[in-house]
């Protein structure tokens, strides 16, 4: 058994470490072991391949070294700091963009290794398609990421923004990666006499229409498709690292990648099955870009009746089941203490609260839990849909908190944009009351016809206020 | 195409690993999911380290030195921002009844 042997099995042991690390996931009461678990075998990795490089015949040189260490430095620093100082409301963003580095690094260490394979005497076929794969997919992660990052950070319009041309030149780029990829291999094959100076253009060129796509890609999306989205691009990038992993003959890089493209895959499905919408239906065309959709379901102006504070507390009291329906209104209004307070406070009158959750609530995956169990909202009350909704019909309040498209029961008609869209059956309930700021639409852009329903009373305020405001008058009565 | 057999079985077994495990984490769980397995693919990280030790010339050098700046952010933000995350699970005041019990 030689080092290169045992560095082989430490990064085998790493790569089992994250697949045990991910199984403990399944519970809330071990994850936490299981990603401290997933970062050991992650350290055993990397300390692997550093062991396995001092000591392979020729070490590492100096400027190696330089690069490793420095790159590790200042890196590790840059997401440190981000992470700890990171606002939970703030979480997609951020998993957006360590996304996006990570796509990145997978493009750069596959183009870089073709660059080196080209100075000495050309790719093999195969190698030459994990290459422009790992390359051109990291690319697209890259950019798409950033900008995904962007509109979730509101730094790029939340809005589907179409270009005229740009449906066009989505798949102009398209054309273009694809042709690249054709000239590359043809090359690598023999068929081409490429040089490697123009086999590096050709490379060039498809980088450039990658990182162009995963732009065009993301823009026309609206912020409510944006847990698919990031879902998505985290798919990608696991499969531009298993990529890497193929050009390189690494077995961990290409387990990890294959786990992380699984998981972004599922995770990815079941958010575009929350929406009752297909994966191309989303990147196609974003909620209310364009095609006349909005209105006309509803029927005329729908006629709200406002209620105030004290009515509202009143009721809540008084109630035996109260479901509170977050939404990510509740987020950006930093509600998710207040309304921790308000069920504790009605927790301790005796009334029985829990929390639906709809699986798109916020804006990734799973965001809504995070951020009531920040505010300390025990994990057990938060219920999933499928296991809230027949609850709804016992239910004397509804307390809709910034949740829209996800309670209009017009999803159970068709012929309007949230049609088939799996909702909460807020309409069930005896009484429901929603505090929001205005009567304006979600993102669907149609009138929710909940706001309508004679059951339901508006309590027209900032999340925060309303609760606020409720809070104060259930401890006056 | 004879030498890539067992890392393409290895790539295929990998994603229905991946199926498998995934698919039980529960949806209280997916943020911290998606975190955490964004964190695994950091191992990029080792790629590379891999390229900078290989690397000759400027081009290389710079590639390399990118590649090992965004794998770090990667790999080391993702795990402590995942464990942020799952310390709020954790401190609830449910949590030590569940602990008791498994």
Known sequence: ?477 | MTELLVPITIFVLAILVGFEVISKVPATLHTPLMSGANSIHGIVLVGGMLIAADATEIVGYTLAFVAMVFGATNVVGGYVVTDRMLLMFKKKPTAPKAEAKA
């Open chain 1, 1 to 477: 058994m030689t080092i290169s042997d045992l560095v082989y099995l430490a990064q085998l042991a790493g790569a089992a470490a994250f697949v045990l690390g991910l199984h403990y996931m399944n519970s809330p009461a071990t994850a936490r072991n299981g990603n401290l678990l997933s970062a050991g075998g992650m350290i055993l990795a990397v300390a692997a391949t550093l062991v396995g490089l001092v000591t392979r015949p020729g070490g590492l040189s100096t400027a190696s070294w330089a690069i490793i260490i420095a790159g590790f430095a200042i890196g590790a620093g840059a997401g440190l700091w981000m992470a700890r100082n990171v606002k939970m409301t703030a979480m997609p963003q951020l998993v957006s963009l360590f996304n996006a580095v990570g796509g990145g690094a997978a493009a750069l260490v596959a183009i870089q290794d073709y660059l080196r394979i080209g100075t000495d005497g050309g790719a093999s076929v195969s190698t030459s398609v994990f290459v422009v794969l790992g390359a051109a997919i990291g690319c697209v992660t890259f950019s798409g990421s950033l900008i995904a990052s962007g509109k979730l950070q509101g730094v790029v319009s939340g809005k589907p923004i179409i270009f005229p041309g740009s449906r066009p030149l989505t798949v102009v780029l398209a054309v273009v990666a694809v042709v690249g990829t054709a000239v590359l291999i043809l090359d690598a094959a023999g068929t081409l006499a490429l040089g490697s100076g123009a086999a590096a253009l050709v490379l060039g060129v498809i980088i450039a229409s990658a990182l162009v796509f995963g732009i065009t890609m993301v823009l026309p999306i609206g912020g409510a498709d944006m847990p698919v989205v990031i879902s998505l691009l985290n798919s990608f990038t696991g499969t531009a690292a298993a990529m890497a992993g193929f050009v390189l003959n690494n077995p961990v890089l290409i387990i990890s990648g294959a786990l992380v493209g699984a998981s972004g895959g599922i995770l990815t499905k079941l958010m575009a099955d929350a929406m009752n919408r297909s994966i191309i239906n989303i990147i196609v065309g974003g909620f209310g870009g364009g095609e006349g959709t909005v209105g006309s379901a509803g029927g005329g102006t729908t006629q709200a009746r406002g209620v105030s504070a004290d009515d509202v507390a009143i009721q809540l009291v008084y109630a035996s089941n109260v479901i509170i329906v977050p939404g990510y209104g509740l987020a950006v209004a930093q509600a998710q203490y207040a309304c921790r307070e308000l069920a504790e406070l009605l927790e301790s009158k005796g009334v029985d609260v829990k929390y639906a959750i709809h699986p798109v609530a916020g804006r990734m995956p799973g965001h809504m839990n995070v951020l009531l169990a920040e505010a300390n909202v025990p994990y057990p009350s938060l219920k999933e849909m499928d296991d809230i909704n027949p609850e709804f019909d016992r239910c004397d309040v509804a307390l809709v908190v910034g949740a829209n498209d996800v309670t209009n029961p017009a999803a159970r008609r068709p012929g309007n944009p949230v049609s088939g869209m799996p909702i909460l059956n807020v309409d069930h309930a005896k009484s429901i009351v929603v505090i929001k700021r205005s009567m304006g639409r979600g993102y669907a852009g149609i009138d929710n016809e909940l706001y309508g329903n004679p059951k339901t009373g508006m309590l027209f305020a900032d999340a925060k206020d309303g609760l606020g405001q409720l809070v104060a008058a259930v401890k006056a009565l």
